[in-house]
T-cell receptor, first 116, second 114 residues
């Protein structure tokens, strides 16, 4: 069965230091993978997505992620954290169902805290 | 601007009352979804619709109902049968099913039982 695991429920970094949010997935097919950000009381905003093109994907606000098929990982990184990056981050896989449709599977989220 | 509009942002429900959350999109998307998010938790799929006049149950459909009479609209009714409805509700949409379609979200609606 398809699944997404976000390895850390909470991550704290100091402003100006690198960010690493980890995501592993399992899929029977070639998945599409996404990272979304959610600020308090808001909807989810797309940061970036991978759809079988370049394995290193660049997104908005300086974030990027690398698809590693051998490790079934899609970790999100940013070289230098900003206070405004403090939010909840979700890793999502879009995968093929046996019914012939696609389904979005969400990780449980990682709350990023940025310390001044 | 194209997007997904949810209303109201905050809604209070009395015991035994049905309430309806509105979701409208002008992205010309075929598929629409309703998710429930409880504090500190991920998203759980309530219902989804891939085409007008058709919808499917998600993982937690009990106590909820939907309709899809227009492509742009996918209202969610929280019925009195839903015993623990207090949560943040997110409506979303995407293009018709194929790999790599991005799912877009509205700003969400808070439902509280009083």
């Amino acid at each position: 069965a398809q699944s997404v695991t976000q390895l850390d429920s909470h991550v704290s970094v100091s402003e100006g230091t690198p960010v690493l949010l980890r995501c592993n997935y399992s899929s029977s097919y070639s998945p599409s993978l996404f990272w979304y950000v959610q600020h308090p009381n808001k909807g989810l905003q797309l940061l970036l997505k991978y759809t079988s093109a370049a394995t290193l994907v660049k997104g908005i606000n300086g974030f990027e992620a690398e698809f590693k098929k051998s490790e079934t990982s899609f970790h999100l990184t940013k070289p230098s954290a900003h206070m405004s990056d403090a939010a909840e981050y979700f890793c999502v896989v879009s995968d093929y169902k046996t019914s012939g449709t696609y389904k979005y599977i969400f990780g449980t989220g990682t709350r990023l805290k940025v310390l001044a | 601007d194209g997007g997904i509009t949810q209303s109201p942002k905050y809604l209070f429900r009395k015991e035994g009352q049905n309430v309806t959350l509105s979701c409208e999109q002008n992205l010309n998307h075929d598929a629409m979804y309703w998710y429930r998010q409880d504090p500190g938790q991920g998203l759980r799929l309530i219902y989804y619709s891939q085409i007008v006049n058709d919808f499917q149950k998600g993982d937690i459909a009990e106590g909820y109902s939907v309709s899809r009479e227009k492509k742009e609209s996918f209202p969610l009714t929280v019925t009195s049968a839903q015993k623990n409805p207090t949560a943040f509700y997110l409506c979303a949409s995407s293009m018709a099913d194929r790999a790599g379609n991005t799912i877009y979200f509205g700003e969400g609606s808070w439902l509280t039982v009083v």
